[in-house]
């Protein structure tokens, strides 16, 4: 019930397209989402967050979608740039302190 | 830059060997988090402090000790190294509310290497 899965492994796209990653879990507990972004030799950074009292929320060219009864969220990256390739963790995160548990990671390629 | 300090960047040491990680968070920052994340593989939670005590632990091994020390800066100890223990630790920080959006903030972490 801690699991967090997260799909595709890795995505390929070209410079100007849409990138799509999606995420799902199974525990009614977690109420806060982020997404983090790591770069290769970097820690992760927060890129974007929502909580399930929203079903959209979008900062510039990201856009998080959720979906509170299938209990999936969706990263939406639009018009990809080569800047953006890199690797994307989504993670979840119960009220009562409950530890944060990372998806494992989508490997980012956009194409120039 | 996050605000949180790792030291050192790189640590190459060999098997047996005892090492110890360090992390400074961020101003004001009372809760401190550590990662493992190895090769090509997703993070995994080793262990939380929160202002000196812990008050969360995940897959850490036995070999494996932390602490937070009163100025809040954080060690993590890694005895009897194997060649499996070869990652990218990482230290991460939040102010430590019991609210969902506590965001983490992640340092640049040290990439320890076995031989």
């Known amino acids: 019930q801690q699991q967090v899965k997260q799909s595709p492994q890795s995505l390929i796209v070209q410079k100007g397209g849409i990138s799509i990653i999606n995420c799902a879990y199974e525990n009614t507990a977690f109420d806060y989402f982020p997404w983090y972004q790591q770069f290769p030799g970097k820690g992760p950074a927060l890129l974007i967050a929502i909580r399930p009292d929203v079903s959209e929320k979008k900062e510039g060219r990201f856009t998080i979608s959720f979906n509170k009864s299938a209990k999936q969220f969706s990263l939406h990256i639009m018009d990809s740039q080569p800047g953006d390739s890199a690797t994307y963790f989504c993670?979840?995160?119960?009220?009562?302190?409950?530890?944060?548990?990372f998806g494992p990671g989508t490997r980012l390629s956009v194409l120039p | 830059d996050s605000g949180v300090t790792q030291t050192p960047k790189h640590l190459i040491t060999a098997t047996g060997q005892r090492v110890t990680l360090r992390c400074s968070p961020r101003?004001?920052?009372?809760?401190v988090y550590w990662y493992q994340q190895s090769l090509d593989q997703g993070l995994q939670f080793l262990i939380q402090y929160y202002n000196g005590e812990e008050r969360a632990k995940g897959n850490i091994l036995e070999r494996f000790s932390a602490q937070q020390f009163p100025d809040l800066h954080s060690e993590l100890n890694l005895s009897s190294l194997e060649l499996g223990d070869s990652a990218l630790y990482f230290c991460?920080?939040?102010?430590?509310?019991?609210?969902?959006?506590?965001?983490?903030?992640f340092g640049p972490g040290t990439r320890l290497t076995v031989l």
């Open positions: 993670a979840a995160r119960g009220y009562y302190g409950q530890n944060f548990v």
């Open positions: 991460a920080s939040s102010v430590g509310a019991r609210g969902g959006t506590d965001t983490q903030y």
């Open positions: 101003s004001g920052d009372l809760s």
